[in-house]
C-alpha cells in the first residue's frame, strides 16, 4: 500500500515538473542548466514558503498595531474578569465573616440571657429552706440543660438586695452571700404609701434546622442586609442558627418555668392560710407586714442585665410570694397542730367548752382537752418554744407552760413529773413530763391547753386544722 503511495506521487510529480532544460549562451559558447523533477518540486515547495513568509511578515506589519490593540482589549477583559471575580470573591467572605461574627455574638447575647436568668432562678431556690419545695422542680428542669450552657453559681442565699442604683442603699439588707442586682428605671417620684417594697429574696426540642428557617433567623434577628443563599448554606451558619435557636427556645422557656412555680407557689400560701384559719389564726397577724417606705411599681424594676420584662415580672411575683410563703411556714413551725400524747392507748375524756363538773356535778366550763391514759406516759410538746413554767400550779398540779412566739401558749397539767426546766427550748415531739393525776384530777391524763394573746383557744381546732397539712 505504502509503495502504491509513493508510486503515485513521484509519477504526480514527473507529470507536474517534466524535466526542463535552460540554456546560456554568451560569446558564442553555450552553456546549459538541467532542471530534474524532484529539483523543480523542492525549489516550488520553498518558492510557497517563501511566500507565505512573506505574506505573513507583510501582514504583520501592516496591521500591528490593530493586532496589538486587541490583544490589549482581550488582557483588559481578561483582567477585568478576574478582577471582578476577587471581588465577588471578598464580598462573599465578608459576608460570611459578617454573618459568623453576628451569629457569634446573637448566641452569645441569648446564652448569657439564659446563664443570668438560671442565676436569678437559683437564687429563688435554696435547699435549706422547706418553702423552697416548690420551686425545686422548676430548678431540676432549667439547671439540668446541657452541660455546654453553664450553670448558675453562688445559689445558696435566702436573701438578695435589691439595689435602686449605683451609689443608693438597698431597700432591704442582703441576707445572703450572693446579690442579684435590680435596678429601676426613670421614674418619677412616688407617693408614699402603706404597702410593702418588694425586695428580691426568697430561696430562688426541636429545633429549626433547614436553611429557610435559619435563612429567617438571620434575616430578623442577626443580619440586617440581605445574604446570598450560599451564605446561609454555610454550614458553620448552619451550625449557629442552630444553637441560636436552641439557646432562644431556652431563654424563651424561663418566663413559662418560673410562672408555673410561683402559681405552685401561690397554691401553697392558699393551703398554709386555710391551715391557720381552720384553727381559728389570721395569717395577716401571724407574719410580718410591711410599715412603710418609698414604693415602686414592678414594672419599674429591671434586673441587671436581664432584657426581658416578662421574665422580671414572673421574677418578682415568684420573689414576693415565695417570701410571703416561707414565712407563713416558719409560722405553721410554730403553731401547736397535734396532740401532746400519741397512740391507740389514750382516749379523749373531756372537750373544750361546757361540761359537768366531776367533783361538783355542776355545769361548769372546761378550759382544753383531757387525754387519759396510763400512768407515767411521755407527754410531748405540740409545737417548737421555750419553756417559762414548770412546776405546781393549784388545780393544774404538775404543769408545763410553753411559749412557742406570735403569742401562742400551751399548757400541759396533772404530770406526774416534770422533764424540763424554765428557760428550756424545746422541739416539738420533746417530753415535757409524764402522765399523771396531781392537782384537781380524778384519774391519770394529761389536761391540754391552747392560749392565743392571752385568751382560751380551743385545742380541738389546732388539731383538726393540723389534719390538713400536707
Not at 152 to 171: E, M, R, Y
Not at 194 to 219: I, M, N, V, Y
Not at 233 to 241: E, Q, T, V, Y
Not at 413 to 430: D, F, M, P, T
Amino acid at each position: 500500500m505504502m509503495e502504491t503511495l509513493v508510486e503515485r506521487a513521484w509519477v504526480w510529480i514527473h507529470a507536474t515538473f517534466p524535466e526542463r532544460q535552460i540554456y546560456i549562451r554568451s560569446d558564442g559558447r553555450v552553456q546549459f542548466f538541467t532542471f530534474s523533477a524532484p529539483l523543480q518540486a523542492t525549489l516550488a515547495g520553498l518558492s510557497l514558503l517563501f511566500l507565505g513568509w512573506f505574506a505573513f511578515a507583510s501582514v504583520n506589519v501592516i496591521f500591528k498595531d490593530h493586532i496589538i490593540t486587541a490583544k490589549n482589549h482581550r488582557y483588559q477583559a481578561m483582567q477585568a474578569n478576574y478582577e471582578n471575580r476577587i471581588a465577588e470573591l471578598q464580598s462573599s467572605y465578608d459576608d460570611l465573616n459578617g454573618a459568623l461574627v453576628a451569629a457569634q455574638d446573637n448566641f452569645r447575647s441569648t446564652l448569657n440571657q439564659v446563664v443570668l436568668k438560671q442565676q436569678a432562678i437559683a437564687r429563688l431556690i435554696s435547699p435549706s429552706t422547706e418553702a423552697a419545695s416548690p420551686l425545686n422542680g422548676v430548678a431540676a428542669a432549667l439547671l439540668s440543660q446541657p452541660a455546654s450552657l453553664p450553670r448558675a453559681q453562688n445559689a445558696g442565699t435566702a436573701d438578695d438586695s435589691l439595689i435602686l442604683s449605683p451609689g443608693q442603699s438597698s431597700l432591704g439588707s442582703a441576707e445572703g452571700n450572693s446579690e442579684l442586682n435590680m435596678l429601676p428605671q426613670t421614674v418619677a417620684p412616688q407617693p408614699t404609701t402603706g404597702s410593702p417594697p418588694t425586695r428580691a429574696s426568697f430561696l430562688e426540642g426541636t429545633f429549626q434546622t433547614l436553611a429557610g428557617a435559619a435563612g429567617a433567623l438571620f434575616r430578623r434577628k442577626v443580619h440586617p442586609k440581605p445574604i446570598s443563599e450560599a451564605v446561609l448554606h454555610n454550614p458553620s451558619i448552619r451550625a449557629l442558627a442552630q444553637l441560636s435557636a436552641q439557646a432562644e427556645q431556652l431563654n424563651s422557656s424561663e418566663t413559662p418555668l418560673l410562672r408555673t412555680a410561683d402559681v405552685q407557689v401561690r397554691s401553697r400560701i392558699a393551703s398554709a392560710e386555710n391551715v391557720m384559719q381552720r384553727a381559728g389564726l389570721s395569717p395577716n397577724n401571724m407574719i410580718p407586714r410591711g410599715i412603710g417606705g418609698p414604693s415602686m411599681a414592678a414594672s419599674d424594676v429591671r434586673i441587671e442585665g436581664i432584657e426581658d420584662p416578662a421574665f422580671t415580672s414572673a421574677y418578682l411575683g415568684a420573689s414576693a410570694h415565695g417570701k410571703e410563703l416561707a414565712a407563713l411556714v416558719e409560722a405553721l413551725k410554730q403553731v401547736p397542730l397535734t396532740t401532746p400524747v400519741h397512740g391507740s392507748g389514750f382516749q379523749l375524756t373531756s372537750d373544750f367548752g361546757a361540761r359537768v363538773d366531776p367533783f361538783t356535778h355542776r355545769v361548769g366550763f372546761h378550759p382544753g382537752l383531757d387525754f387519759a391514759g396510763p400512768w407515767g406516759s411521755a407527754v410531748a410538746a405540740t409545737a417548737p418554744g421555750r419553756v417559762v413554767f414548770a412546776g405546781q400550779r393549784g388545780g393544774y398540779g404538775n404543769m408545763v407552760e410553753i411559749d412557742h412566739g406570735y403569742g401562742i401558749h400551751t399548757r400541759y397539767g396533772h404530770l406526774s413529773s416534770i422533764l424540763v426546766s424554765v428557760g428550756a427550748k424545746v422541739s416539738k415531739g420533746s417530753p415535757v413530763g409524764k402522765l399523771g393525776s396531781t392537782g384537781r384530777s380524778t384519774g391519770p391524763h394529761v389536761h391540754y391547753e391552747v392560749w392565743l394573746a392571752s385568751a382560751l383557744r380551743d385545742p380541738s381546732r389546732f388539731i383538726e386544722a393540723g389534719r390538713h397539712v400536707q
